[in-house]
Nanobody, 119 residues
């Protein structure tokens, strides 16, 4: 069992920056592929950025060049550095962790942290 807790969201002006954190409790965090998703009311949850257990990263086109995902397995924490924020980045941001063991896939979500980009 893994629990994920996001923090770092808030209100920021366009062009500003935020750093989101996702702290994981439980064992074997380093084995999990993890990612950041976001969701606007009335829209589907979408992938923002992902980082595998081996450190390979993947970004949505909207995040490329502005966001950076990273993880510190020693601290059981994943980060999302968001720069040059735009109003369309406004959403609730969720962290996610996945691990497949044999035929079983374990998938966990945090409770979300809201990000509002507005002047």
């Amino acid at each position: 069992q893994v629990q994920l807790v996001e923090s770092g969201g808030g209100l920021v002006q366009p062009g500003g920056s935020l750093r989101l954190s996702c702290a994981a409790s439980g064992s074997r965090f380093s084995l999990y592929d993890t990612g950041w998703y976001r969701q606007d009311p009335g829209k589907e949850r979408e992938l923002v950025a992902a980082i595998t257990s081996s450190g390979t990263t993947n970004y949505a086109d909207s995040a490329k060049g502005r966001f950076a995902i990273s993880r510190d397995n020693n601290k059981n924490t994943m980060y999302l550095q968001m720069n040059s924020l735009k109003p369309e980045d406004t959403a609730v941001y969720y962290c996610n962790g996945n691990r497949t063991a044999g035929v079983v896939t374990y998938r966990y979500w945090g409770q979300g942290t809201p990000v509002t980009v507005s002047s």
